[in-house]
DNA sequence: TCTGGGGTCCTAGGACCC
DNA sequence: TCTGGGGTCCTAGGACCC
């Protein structure tokens, strides 16, 4: 999608269609999480706080997210990605691969499953997009990069080699700013060149990568689609508080409300976990995070909340923080190996009844009373979520 | 005036084991 | 007189993505 949040808000409002605005979060320390074309023709860039933004362009309109209206055109948009193969890996919430190779003689070819791909989203949701069509997904990627906004481009294989000749690195999905620098030191400034480079030296700066950055540089990948949602490595949470926390008492009870929102989503889909981390941010945006590998697996929001005030304990705190996280990774599948143990099993069965209250009465109603007195944080979407399964972040 | 939140993968060093 | 080689697991940090 073409500016996604920022073209559902324009539709959906017909007073911001042609003006700059950027949709941003509640709360005041939120940043920009999408801005319209109208506005990046002043600078706007994704990731501003409202200050620079507004420095940037003074008449920006800011919008606070829906994330429901997203969610929702995600879910549809899914539909129509599959009207045309069933091999769709949603990738964002607005982005997907689609592999036609197997499809697109039934509809005329890749370019007339584009169009009709834009002419159907267009229709049904009033906003635009841009397809990119080519051999592989890093090349399919970089053509809707490059066509962007509501473009179709095609880099058939006999123009590949052009395409990339004078191609800047930080262009290619893959190469951000610091292999950009460290490739520049090297000399490689595009990735004609990165394709021509040694690979004995690029796999002696940057081991295991330095041959995948070689193959990207000629314009080769083959990572295949995900299809089938994945298991996750590791679900967390973290949250910049409207405003730092000085008191201990104020950060455990955060600290437990983070656990729960983590307990809760790997309990929702069954997953258990034996390594918990907590991340820290003072107020002067240094950050860090420490780890602790438990001897069982667990998904218990007791026991993720223990180990990560146990972390907190082994660190000496400056005065105030900024921001939080829990996170719960070494997963696997829940197979039930708790319940052998009698005591867990009742706090199984309470954490269920909770889950359950929880389900239907609204997030949090029922809750520990240490957790009672705590700040009401901001709420922003992640554009990295996605439409099914444990990484469908709750989003209410 | 102040900089979000969700992830994955890789590396390097150290502890420990046989 | 001078200390091998194979491995796993753990931790911290940094790169990248949307």
Redo the contacts with the bound molecule.
């Keep these: 999608m073409d500016a996604f949040f920022a073209s559902v808000e324009q539709k959906t409002n017909p007073k911001l269609r042609g003006k700059p605005i950027a949709v941003i ?1 509640s709360g ?4 920009i ?1 999408t801005r319209s074309y109208e506005a990046r023709k002043y600078g706007v860039k ?2 501003m ?1 409202i ?2 933004a507004r ?1 940037a362009c003074p008449h920006i309109i800011f919008v606070v997210g829906n994330n429901e209206k997203y969610t929702h055109t995600c879910k549809g948009l899914q539909k129509i990605y599959l009207q045309f193969t069933p091999d769709a890996e949603v ?5 997907a691969f689609l592999d036609v190779t197997t499809t697109c003689h039934l509809f005329g070819g890749p370019e007339a499953i584009g169009n009709s791909i834009k002419a159907e989203i267009k229709n049904r949701f009033g906003i635009t997009c841009t397809v990119g069509i080519a051999p592989n997904i890093l090349l399919a ?1 970089l053509a809707s990069d490059i066509a962007k906004p509501d473009g179709l481009k095609w880099i058939k294989p006999e123009e590949i080699k052009s395409v990339l000749e004078d191609l800047p690195l ?1 262009e ?11 490739l520049e030191a090297l000399g490689i400034r595009t990735c004609g060149e990165l394709g021509r480079a040694s690979v004995s030296l690029l796999r002696n700066k ?4 330095g041959e995948h950055l070689n193959a990207m540089g000629m314009g080769l990948c083959n990572r295949p689609l995900y299809v089938h949602e ?12 409207p405003r730092d926390l000085s008191g201990r008492r104020e950060i455990e009870a955060e600290i437990l409300k983070l656990s729960e ?1 983590v307990g809760r ?1 790997a309990r929702k889909y069954g997953f258990i976990g ?2 918990v ?1 907590l991340t820290v941010r003072y ?3 240094e950050t ?6 438990l001897y069982d697996y667990t998904n218990h929001t007791h026991e993720i909340y223990t180990n990560a005030t146990s972390i907190l304990n082994s660190i000496r705190l400056k005065d105030s923080v ?2 939080l ?1 829990v ?1 719960l ?2 997963l696997i599948k829940d197979c039930n190996q708790m319940l052998l143990f009698e005591d867990r099993r009742k706090e199984k069965a309470l954490l269920q009844a909770m889950d359950s209250v929880n389900d239907k009465y609204g997030d949090f109603n029922l809750m520990w009373a240490s957790y009672l007195k705590q700040l009401t ?9 996605r439409p099914s399964g ?2 469908n ?1 709750d989003v209410k």
């Design positions: 979060g005041g320390r939120t940043v999480t994704t990731g706080n200050y620079e420095k990738y964002s919430i607005d982005e990627k930080k290619l999905w893959g190469i951000g700013s610091g292999l950009t620098g460290k940057f081991g295991i990568i994945e298991d996750p490595k590791s679900i967390g949470h973290s949250m910049t508080f929102m989503r034996r390594r981390s107020p002067d945006f860090f995070s420490r780890q602790a590998t900024r921001l996280g996170c990774s070494c944080p901001p709420r922003v979407i992640s554009p990295a979520w444990v990484k972040v």
